[in-house]
């Protein structure tokens, strides 16, 4: 038997923590060579490396999967000659442009979802769940996403359909829920966000309820956006204006501070939401060594952490014989609390009621980051583009 990974370690700590893969499983087997190549003379990163296996069974330490239009599209560009023989093949009969976009997306979810089967199969839906999103062109559109996130449900019954953070996002996961569909709230940058989304999703699964609807596999999920929010340039620029230089180490204590705030909220209001952690980040650096805390220091709780592949590895690594605690329901310093509420944008963040919905969708995250998400759905329907109109000339 493998000696125990640092992953399966962290998964341990809580009997409710559950480990995702934040990429499309397409890629994990390229992963794993390169794993493989880079640690040719460490027996024990390869024997950690046999433990982690893959999605094969509940056996092993991967729960679930997150994708994302960006996520989507490096599969496709990873293997991007055998992808664009099968658009060439579709686009013939495919009416638009557009519609051969979404047959492509659906595609990837599809052998995605079909390599999370049987973790769905054996856990009754309990887990096995892989994450397709909504078009992040439309975050505004309460009744195109959830047509949008009905469509991709149907791909497979273990298809989590990833909605945004916004107020019309929100409302669309309420709808969803109702349907028995299970959700991701993407986008979320804050406390208030979450809390809305939870509520959002327990009104919507008692209606569902309500109506007999089939429950099977249904759950909700909130993905806290840890690095991407410690990123975002505002809360720099605010906090040189309160006469404070943000280090590495506050900037992950902002992150670990708004999850652990989250974390108790969701317990003391006894939500039925689990929050996700993601966007996970390395550092801080301390004494000459790599800490990571988005998963060292919002350990050992009933959550979701999807870890990127490079920061899978690199924890696998630094983390090899260090001990590994419960922290999630740690305090923060003090001092540290102290000196980051002095920012507005952390207050934003942190405070139950820092942000109403209407201001969902105008937080700096949101903005930023949604912009990211519709450039890549936009850079694959152009490509999509291009080879429908090549194959029907």
Same mark, same amino acid.
């Given at each position: 038997?493998p000696?125990?990974?640092?992953i399966?370690?962290l998964?341990?700590?809580h009997?409710?923590?559950?480990?995702?893969? *934040?990429?499309?499983?397409?890629?994990?087997?390229?992963?794993?060579? !390169? #794993?493989?190549?880079?640690?040719?003379?460490r027996p024990?990163l390869l024997? &950690?490396?046999?433990?982690?296996g893959?999605?094969?069974s509940?056996?092993?330490v991967?729960?679930?999967c997150t994708?994302?239009p960006p996520?989507?599209?490096? &599969? @496709?560009?990873?293997?991007?000659e055998?992808?664009?023989?099968? @658009?060439?093949?579709?686009?013939p009969g495919?009416a %638009?442009p557009?519609?051969?976009l979404w047959s492509?997306? !659906?595609e990837?979810l599809r052998?995605?979802?079909r390599?999370?089967?049987?973790?769905?199969? !054996?856990?009754?839906?309990?887990?096995g769940h892989?994450c397709?999103q909504?078009d992040?062109?439309?975050?505004?559109d =309460?009744d195109?996403?959830?047509?949008?996130?009905?469509?991709l449900?149907?791909v497979h019954?273990?298809?989590m359909i /990833?909605?945004p953070?916004?107020?019309?996002?929100?409302?669309?996961?309420?709808?969803l829920?109702?349907l028995g569909?299970?959700?991701n709230?993407?986008? #979320?940058f804050?406390?208030?966000?979450i809390?809305?989304?939870?509520e959002?999703a327990?009104?919507?699964?008692?209606e569902?309820?309500?109506k007999? =609807?089939n429950m099977t596999?249904a759950?909700?999920?909130?993905t806290m956006?840890?690095g991407?929010m410690?990123?975002?340039p505002?809360f720099a620029?605010q906090?040189?204006?309160?006469?404070?230089?943000?280090? !590495?180490v506050?900037?992950?204590w902002?992150g670990?501070a708004v999850?652990?705030?989250?974390?108790?909220l969701? /317990? $003391?209001r006894?939500?039925?939401t689990?929050?996700l952690?993601a966007s996970m980040r390395?550092?801080?650096t @301390?004494d000459? $060594?790599?800490e990571?805390?988005?998963l060292?220091q919002v350990?050992?709780g009933?959550t979701?952490?999807?870890i990127f592949?490079n920061i899978?590895a690199?924890f696998?690594?630094?983390y090899?014989g260090?001990?590994? $605690?419960?922290?999630?329901?740690?305090?923060?310093?003090? *001092?540290?609390?102290e000196r980051l509420l002095r =920012?507005?944008y952390?207050?934003? &963040?942190?405070?139950?009621?820092g942000?109403?919905?209407?201001?969902?969708? *105008?937080l700096?995250?949101?903005?930023?980051?949604?912009a990211?998400f519709a $450039? %890549?759905m936009?850079?694959l329907?152009?490509?999509?583009?291009?080879?429908w109109?090549?194959?029907r000339r």
């Open positions: 038997m000696t125990p990974s640092a399966r370690r998964a341990e700590l009997p409710d923590t559950e480990i995702w893969w *934040d990429s499309s499983p397409l890629i994990l087997g390229a992963w794993r060579d !390169e #794993c493989q190549r880079a640690w040719s003379g024990d024997e &950690a490396l046999e433990d982690l893959g999605f094969q509940l056996a092993r991967f729960r679930g994708t994302n996520l989507a599209l490096q &599969a @496709i560009q990873q293997d991007a055998a992808w664009d023989g099968w @658009i060439a093949a579709q686009a495919t %638009s557009e519609e051969l492509t997306y !659906e990837v052998r995605g979802a390599i999370l089967a049987p973790i769905w199969d !054996e856990s009754g839906g309990r887990y892989i397709g909504v992040p062109r439309s975050l505004a =309460v195109a996403m959830v047509a949008q996130g009905q469509r449900h149907a019954p273990n298809v /990833k909605m953070g916004t107020r019309e996002g929100i409302e669309g996961i309420r709808v829920s109702s569909i299970s959700t709230a993407t986008l #979320c804050s406390v208030a966000q809390l809305a989304v939870a959002a327990r009104d919507g699964f008692a569902a309820r309500a007999g =609807v596999g759950r909700s999920v909130a956006m840890l991407r410690e990123d975002a505002p620029e906090a040189r204006q309160q006469g404070i230089e943000l280090s !590495e506050d900037r992950r902002a670990v999850a652990r705030q989250t974390y108790r969701l /317990k $003391e006894g939500l039925e689990m929050l952690l390395m550092g801080p @301390i000459g $060594e790599t990571i805390w988005h060292a350990a050992g009933r979701v952490m999807t592949p899978l690199a696998i690594e630094s090899a260090r001990p590994l $605690e419960p922290t999630i329901e740690q305090p923060v310093p003090a *001092d540290v609390l =920012v507005p952390f207050r934003q &963040a942190y405070e139950p009621e942000v109403s919905p209407e201001g969902f969708g *105008d700096p995250g949101v903005r930023i980051t949604g990211s $450039e %890549s936009q850079t329907a152009d490509h999509v583009g291009e080879i109109a090549s194959a």
